[in-house]
């Protein structure tokens, strides 16, 4: 199994300012996702880290909102632009080995923007 | 294209008895089939996978879930409740053809345990 740690775990932003929440994996996997989550609700992809290159994201979801790095196997980040009160949700960093296929997740930085 | 229904938002069970959570799915290819749990203010966490082999897997905290091709489900169940069982479940599912290592969740059942 992997160990997935966020930084930060929680954070309350202002309007217009943008926060970057990072993702470390305690080993090498194969791919690395973020997610969003309102409490008590489903997950919404929002796109798939790539090594080395430019993420994939999902329809409704943009690289200039949400741009993503992925420098290794073990890290990447989520930055959340320009903050409106509609990004206050949880995000989840998420990661999958291809030997076990599994998912796992990080703990979730929860993102309250005013 | 794949997709994951669960049809209850709710089950609720009196402690000791079994409990049923439900999941079917859709997918063009083979699938991978997994139940995850959510403790309240915690991530997620993974309970048991179907890949291959036995239709009835055994994952963690005496949970079990049987695969049904025929029926398309995959439903999560358990001998004997505990009130700390109460959770959100996730069932989700991928393609194991395309590789793409991408899973669709289901919008999650909420179990509650009543002592």
């Known amino acids: 199994s992997a160990v997935i740690s966020q930084k930060p775990s929680r954070d309350i932003c202002q309007r217009g300012t943008s926060l970057t929440i990072q993702c470390q994996v305690d080993?090498?996997?194969?791919?690395m996702f973020w997610y969003r989550q309102q409490p008590g609700q489903s997950l919404t992809l929002i796109a798939t880290?790539?090594?080395?290159?430019?993420?994939?994201?999902e329809s409704g979801f943009v690289i200039d909102k949400f741009p993503i790095s992925r420098p290794n196997l073990t890290f990447s980040t989520l930055t959340v632009s320009n903050m409106s009160p509609e990004d206050s949700s949880i995000y989840l960093c998420?990661?999958?080995?291809?030997?076990?296929?599994?998912?796992?997740f990080g703990p979730g930085t929860r993102l309250t923007v005013t | 294209a794949q997709s994951v229904a669960q049809p209850e938002d709710q089950v609720k069970v009196a402690e000791g008895n079994p409990l049923t959570v439900k999941c079917t799915y859709s997918?063009?290819?083979?699938?991978?089939l997994f139940w995850y749990v959510q403790y309240p203010n915690r991530g997620l966490q993974f309970l048991l996978k179907?890949?291959?082999?036995?239709?009835l897997v055994k994952g963690s905290y005496g949970f079990e879930a049987e695969f049904n091709k025929s029926q398309t489900s995959f439903h999560l169940k358990k001998p004997s409740a505990l009130v700390s069982d109460s959770a959100l479940y996730f069932c989700?599912?991928?393609?194991?053809?395309?590789?793409?290592?991408?899973?669709?969740f289901g919008d999650g059942t909420t179990l509650t345990v009543k002592p």
């Open positions: 080993s090498q996997v194969t791919m």
């Open positions: 880290a790539n090594q080395g290159s430019e993420a994939t994201y």
């Open positions: 998420s990661a999958t080995s291809g030997q076990t296929y599994e998912q796992y």
């Open positions: 179907y890949i291959t082999g036995d239709n």
């Open positions: 997918v063009s290819g083979n699938p991978y």
């Open positions: 989700a599912v991928r393609d194991g053809y395309t590789n793409a290592g991408k899973s669709t």
